[in-house]
C-alpha cells in the first residue's frame, strides 16, 4: 500500500553492572614456614574473575604500614594464594576485593597471617607483645609474665615460666609444653595428651585434659572435661559439671562441684564427699571397706552400681537407669526414683513421694514415707505398713501377704485383688472397679470409682463420707451412713437407709420407697412422681425436680422455688409449688416473726462446696481440714442485731463501715457446725432486682458481714448483674446479708477535705496487731526488731496488713508490697520488686524475676481492712527489708517499713548472723508509735511529668491546678522548669508542692 510506513517496535532493557560481591571472610591456610604462608578466602558472588591481593605488614605490636597490593589482580577464580619470599616472623594483616569487568568489589574484612618464628628463640629476658595468630617454632623460652593477647600456635616443647597469662580457647593439643611456675590459662584451653603440670596453675572455666598429669594439686573452673585417665595429686578443687574419663583414680578425697559427671567405673577414696547433681556411669562399685557420702541432692546413679554396704542418700536421687545392687538397711531420701524390676532385700527406709516401676521387689518390710507411689504391678513378699497417700496402680494383687493399708488417703487402680477382712484408713480411693471380698468393711470418706458393682449377695459396710462415681450398681438394699456423696445417676436395689447429709446426683430414679435422712441433697431432675417419699428436716431439691400426686412436703423443706414456711401438699402436676405465700423464694425479704430452722449441709475434703438452690445460695472452701456440717440460718429480720427497720416490710438498716445499708434481701447467718476449715472462703448470695431502692444500680450493692461486733461491707466481691447475685471471698462466717445505700452512694472516696491516713495503732486494741508474718503477730513496737524470716526458694510466705481508715475498711482499696528492698525510699522507677493490689486489680512489677507467685486478697475485720500476701519466690534474694505503701480513696498515704524482713535461699537456712543493723523508717518523718501519714500522692507520676513536659502528653496549667483543688490559669515557667525534678526525686512532697503553688497563685 503506496505512503504507508510500517514499523516494528521492541524494548530494549538496560544492562546494569554486576560487580562482585565482597568475600565474606579471610583466614591462614595450614601451618607457615619460616619462608611462606598461605591464605584463603571465601568466593566472591557474581562471577569474579580474579582477585585483588592487599597486605600491610606489621611493624611494631598493632602498628602497620599502609595498604599496598599484593596482587593486584589473580586473574584466576582460586581461592587460595601461597606467598613465599618471607622471612621468619613477619606478620601481615590481609584483605581481598573480588574483580570482574563490571568492577572491583569493596575489599572483605581484614585478617592476620604471619610466618613460623625461628625454633629455639629465647624472650626469658623480657615480656613480648605477640599480635593474635602467631605461630612460634619448637623450643621457644619465653619471659615471666608474658601477656598473650589472643591465641596463638605453638611448637613442640615451648617453655613458658612463672605468671604467663594465655588467652580464652587457646589449643595446645598439637604438643606437649613446659610451664613453669603458676601460669593462668583463658576460658577453653585444650592441653596435648600427656601434657604435665608441675606447680599451681590457674584453670579457667571448660578446660580440655587428656590424660594428663598434674604433680601439685589444682582448683579447675566450671566445665573442665577431662578425657581417660588423668594423675591427680592431693586433694583438688573441681567446680561444676566436670566431666571424668573411664577408669579415673583419685588418691584421697576431693572437692567435687554440682553436676560432676563420672562416665566409667571410678576409684574414689573412702569419706569422699559428693555435690549435688552428680552423675555416676553404669557398673560403678563403692567398696563395702569405704565410707562415701550421697547426701547431697539430685544424683544420678548408672545400672548396675553395687553400693558395698548400707548407704544413706539425699533427696531427689535417681536410680532410674537400671537395676542396683542395694545392700543392707539403706536410707533414702525425699523424692527418690527407682528402675523396673529393681530388688530391695533390707529393711529400707523412704523418705517422702518415692516413686517405683514395674516388677519392683521388696522382699523384706520396709519403713515407708508418706506418698509413695506404685507404677505398674510390684511384688511384695512380705507384709507391709505402707504410709499416708501410697498410690498403687491397676491390677496389683495383695492376697499373698498381710498388708497395713491404715494410713489416710491410700490409692487402689482399678482390678486390685485383696484378702478377705482388709482394712483401709479414712479416705481410701478405688480410682477403678474392683472387685472387693465379701463382709467388706469400708472406711471414712472411702471414694469409688464410677460404674463399680457390689454383687447382691455380697456383704459390704459403708462408713461416713464416702463418695460413689457415676454409675455404680449396689445389687441389694443397702444402708448408706452418713454425708454419702454420689456423683451421677446410680443404680439402687429395694428400699435403702441412707442417713443424713447424703448428695445425690442429677437425675436419680427410686423404684421403691427409701429412709432419707436429714439435710438430704437431690440434684437436678430428680424424679418422685410414681410414688410418695419421705423426706427429712432440711432437704434441698434442684430444679427439675418431680413429686407424686399427694406428696406432702413439711415446712423447712427447701424445693428448687424456695424454702417452705409451712407444710403443702402436691397436686397432679408434680411441680408442687405453692401459693408464693408459702415459701421463702431466693432474694426475697423473710417477713417479721419469722424464724425458720436452720439448714445443714455438708463439706469434706473431696467435696469442699454446697448449694441450697432453693435460697440461690452458693459456698466454697478452699481448704477443708475436717469434714462435717455447715449450717445456714436465714435470720428473723426483727432479731438482726444492731439494726433497726426499713421502709420495706422485711428489710433492715445496718451502719456498715460507715455507711448506712438497707437490706434487700434475708439476711443468713452462716457457721460451722462439726466441719473445720482453713483459709479463705467463697459466697454467693442472690438478690431480687425489685427490691433495689428507686437510685441505686446493682453494681453498687453491697454484701454486708457481721463481725468483731459490727457490721461491715465485704469488698473483694463481684455482682452477677445477669444472674442477680453477689459473690464475695471472705475469711471469716457469720450474718451475710445484700444491702444498698440509702441514695446510692454505698461507700465513696469520703469527700474532699479528708486528709486523714489509714493507720496501724488507732482502734487498735492490746489483741489487735498490723502485721501477721508466718502466723505470728506483731505489733507497730516490735516492727523493727522482727527476725528474719528464712524462706525456701519455690515455697510460700503469708504476711497478713491490717489497719484502720476514718472512711471505713472500704476506703483502703491501694497497697504496694516493695521486696528486695534496702531502707524506706521508694525510687518510682522499674529497677524495684513491688506486688501491687489497687482496687481488685493484681500487678507486679518484677525486673530480676524473683518473683514465682504472688496473690493479694482483701477482706474486712469488723472496722480494719486486712490484705493477705501470699507470695512464693523463683530465685534466692538477699536479707531484704518489706516496704509497704498503703493510700485511701482520698489519696492519704501510710508506710510501714520492715528492715531485714526476708532472705530467700534453696535450702531454707540462715546464710549467717542477721544484722544488727536497723534503718529508720521514714526520714526526716520516722515512725516511733504510728507512721508518719502523707497525704499523697495527691498527683500521679504520669499527670505530673505531662504537666512539667517530661511526656508526650500535654496537661495545661489551669487543669494542673484545678487537679489539685486551686483555682488559677498560669503557672510561672521557673516553677516548672525546676519543681515537678524535686517532687519525682524525693527532694519535697507533694503536699509542700501545693501548698508552694496555693501560696503562689493566691
Keep these: ?37 598461605t591464605i584463603s578466602w571465601t568466593a566472591s558472588s557474581n562471577s569474579p574473575t580474579g582477585y585483588q591481593i592487599e597486605w600491610a605488614e606489621e611493624t611494631s605490636f598493632g602498628v602497620f604500614d599502609a595498604w ?102 587457646q589449643n595446645f593439643t598439637n604438643y606437649i609444653q613446659t610451664f613453669t611456675g603458676t601460669n593462668t590459662f583463658g576460658d577453653g584451653t585444650m592441653f596435648a595428651q600427656g601434657q604435665t603440670f608441675d606447680t599451681l596453675q590457674i584453670f579457667g572455666d571448660n578446660m580440655d585434659f587428656d590424660f594428663a598429669l598434674f604433680n601439685f594439686a589444682q582448683t579447675f573452673g566450671a566445665g573442665a572435661n577431662f578425657t581417660g585417665n588423668q594423675t591427680f595429686t592431693g586433694s583438688n578443687t573441681f567446680g561444676t ?36 547433681t552428680s552423675h555416676f556411669a553404669d557398673a560403678q562399685q563403692f567398696p563395702s571397706d569405704e565410707i562415701y557420702n550421697f547426701i547431697a541432692a539430685g544424683m544420678t546413679f548408672g545400672s548396675g552400681t553395687d553400693f558395698g554396704k548400707a548407704r544413706t542418700f539425699g533427696t531427689d536421687m535417681n536410680f532410674t537407669s537400671g537395676n542396683q545392687t542395694f545392700i543392707g538397711t539403706n536410707v533414702f531420701g525425699d523424692n527418690a526414683h527407682f528402675a523396673s524390676n529393681q530388688v530391695f532385700g533390707s ?93 467388706q468393711v469400708f472406711p471414712v470418706l472411702a471414694e469409688f470409682a464410677a460404674s463399680q458393682d457390689f454383687p447382691s449377695g455380697e456383704t459390704v459396710t459403708f462408713n461416713d463420707f464416702a463418695k460413689f ?8 438394699a443397702r444402708t448408706f451412713e452418713e454425708f454419702t456423696f454420689f456423683d451421677g445417676t446410680q443404680t439402687f436395689v429395694g428400699s435403702n437407709t441412707f442417713k443424713e447429709g447424703t448428695h445425690f446426683g442429677a437425675a436419680q430414679a427410686f423404684t421403691a420407697s427409701q429412709t432419707f435422712g436429714a439435710a438430704t441433697f ?49 397436686p397432679a402436676d408434680g411441680t408442687c409449688i405453692p401459693d408464693a405465700s408459702k415459701y421463702l423464694a431466693p432474694g426475697e425479704l423473710l417477713a417479721p416473726g419469722t424464724d425458720p430452722t436452720a439448714i445443714a449441709n455438708t463439706i469434706s475434703n473431696k467435696t469442699t462446696s454446697f448449694t441450697i438452690p432453693g435460697l440461690g445460695f452458693e459456698m466454697s472452701f478452699a481448704n477443708v481440714t475436717t469434714s462435717g456440717k455447715v449450717n445456714v440460718d436465714p ?196 529497677s524495684e520488686t513491688v506486688i501491687t493490689y489497687d482496687s481488685e486489680d493484681i500487678e507486679l512489677q518484677d525486673p530480676y524475676n524473683l518473683i514465682q507467685s504472688a496473690n493479694v486478697v482483701s477482706s474486712v475485720l469488723g472496722n480494719k481492712v486486712q490484705f493477705l500476701f501470699d507470695v512464693s519466690f523463683a530465685k534466692a534474694m538477699d536479707t531484704s527489708d518489706i516496704l509497704f505503701r498503703v493510700w485511701d480513696l482520698n489519696r492519704n498515704v501510710s508506710y510501714l517499713h520492715i528492715p531485714d524482713a526476708l532472705e530467700v535461699n534453696e535450702s531454707g537456712l540462715l546464710s549467717g548472723e542477721q544484722s544488727s543493723e536497723t534503718s529508720e523508717i521514714l526520714e526526716p518523718e520516722s515512725i516511733s508509735q504510728d507512721p508518719t501519714f502523707i497525704p499523697e500522692p495527691l498527683i500521679s507520676t504520669d499527670f505530673l511529668k505531662g504537666w512539667a513536659g517530661f511526656s508526650s502528653e500535654s496537661i495545661s496549667d489551669p487543669e ?10 498560669e503557672i510561672p515557667n521557673w516553677v516548672k522548669q525546676n519543681i515537678p525534678r524535686w517532687v519525682l526525686d524525693g527532694q519535697i512532697t507533694q503536699q509542700e508542692f501545693v501548698n508552694a503553688l496555693e501560696y503562689l497563685v493566691n
Design 1 to 37: 500500500m503506496a505512503g504507508v510506513l510500517l514499523f516494528t517496535l521492541s524494548t530494549v532493557m538496560p544492562a546494569y553492572a554486576a560487580i562482585p560481591g565482597v568475600p565474606a571472610s579471610g583466614n591462614p591456610s595450614g601451618i607457615p614456614t619460616q619462608n611462606s604462608l
Design 68 to 169: 599496598t597490593d599484593h596482587t593486584a589482580n589473580t586473574a584466576n577464580t582460586d581461592i587460595t594464594k601461597t606467598i613465599t619470599g618471607l622471612n621468619p616472623g613477619q606478620f601481615w594483616k590481609f584483605r581481598i576485593s573480588g574483580i570482574n569487568g563490571d568492577g572491583t568489589s569493596s575489599p572483605s574484612p581484614e585478617f592476620f597471617a604471619g610466618t613460623l618464628h625461628d625454633a629455639n628463640q629465647n624472650f626469658s629476658n623480657s615480656t613480648q607483645q605477640f599480635t593474635e595468630g602467631q605461630f612460634f617454632g619448637n623450643g621457644t623460652i619465653f619471659a615471666q609474665d608474658q601477656f598473650f593477647k589472643g591465641t596463638q600456635t605453638f611448637g613442640f616443647n615451648q617453655t613458658f615460666s612463672n605468671g604467663t597469662q594465655f588467652a580464652a580457647s
Design 241 to 276: 559439671n566436670a566431666v571424668f574419663g573411664t577408669g579415673q583414680t583419685f588418691p584421697t578425697t576431693q572437692t567435687f562441684g554440682a553436676g560432676a559427671n563420672f562416665t566409667g567405673n571410678t576409684d574414689f577414696s573412702t569419706n569422699q564427699i559428693f555435690a549435688a
Design 347 to 439: 529393711t529400707d527406709t523412704f523418705g517422702v513421694f518415692p516413686s517405683f516401676n514395674p516388677g519392683t521387689k521388696f522382699n523384706a518390710a520396709m519403713t515407708w514415707g508418706i506418698n509413695a507411689n506404685f507404677t505398674g504391678i510390684q511384688t511384695f513378699l512380705v507384709d507391709q505398713i505402707f504410709g499416708r497417700g501410697a498410690h498403687f496402680d491397676t491390677a496389683q494383687n495383695f492376697t499373698s501377704s498381710t498388708h497395713n493399708f491404715d494410713a489416710f488417703d491410700m490409692t487402689f487402680g482399678a482390678n486390685t485383688l485383696f484378702p478377705s477382712d482388709e482394712t483401709f484408713g479414712t479416705g481410701a480411693n478405688f480410682t477403678g472397679t474392683i472387685n472387693f471380698p465379701n463382709n
Design 469 to 476: 462415681g457415676s454409675g455404680s450398681t449396689f445389687g441389694t
Design 522 to 570: 437431690f440434684g437436678t431432675n430428680t424424679d418422685f412422681s410414681t410414688l410418695d417419699q419421705t423426706f427429712g428436716a432440711g432437704t434441698k431439691f434442684d430444679t427439675g425436680t418431680l413429686f407424686n400426686n399427694g406428696q406432702t412436703l413439711a415446712s423447712g423443706l427447701i424445693p428448687a422455688y424456695g424454702l417452705l414456711l409451712e407444710g403443702i401438699t402436691c
Design 635 to 830: 435470720i428473723d429480720p426483727s432479731t438482726l442485731t444492731t439494726s433497726t427497720a426499713g421502709s420495706t416490710l422485711g428489710s433492715r438498716t445496718v451502719t456498715a463501715s460507715g455507711t448506712s445499708i438497707t437490706t434487700i434481701g434475708t439476711v443468713m447467718n452462716v457457721s460451722l457446725d462439726t466441719a473445720i476449715q482453713s483459709g479463705t472462703m467463697t459466697i454467693t448470695l442472690p438478690y431480687d432486682e425489685s427490691n433495689i431502692p428507686a437510685g441505686v444500680t446493682e453494681e453498687n450493692l453491697e454484701m454486708v458481714h457481721f463481725t468483731g461486733e459490727a457490721w461491715v461491707t465485704e469488698n473483694n466481691c463481684s455482682v452477677d448483674t445477669v444472674n442477680n447475685k453477689i459473690t464475695c471471698t471472705v475469711t471469716s462466717l457469720s450474718p451475710f446479708g445484700i444491702g444498698a445505700g440509702s441514695s446510692g452512694s454505698i461507700s465513696g472516696s469520703g469527700g474532699g477535705g479528708d486528709n486523714i491516713a489509714p493507720s496501724f495503732t488507732t482502734t487498735f486494741s492490746e489483741d489487735d496487731y498490723p502485721l501477721r508474718i508466718f502466723d505470728v503477730d506483731y505489733s507497730l513496737s516490735m516492727i523493727e526488731n522482727i527476725p528474719t524470716k528464712m524462706i525456701k526458694t519455690g515455697e510460700s510466705i503469708q504476711i497478713e496488713l491490717n489497719m484502720y481508715d476514718n472512711g471505713g475498711p472500704q476506703n483502703v482499696q491501694h497497697v504496694d508490697m516493695y521486696v528486695n528492698q534496702k531502707g524506706d525510699k521508694i525510687l518510682n522507677d522499674r
Design 960 to 969: 494542673f491546678l484545678s487537679h489539685v483543688g486551686l483555682d488559677g490559669q
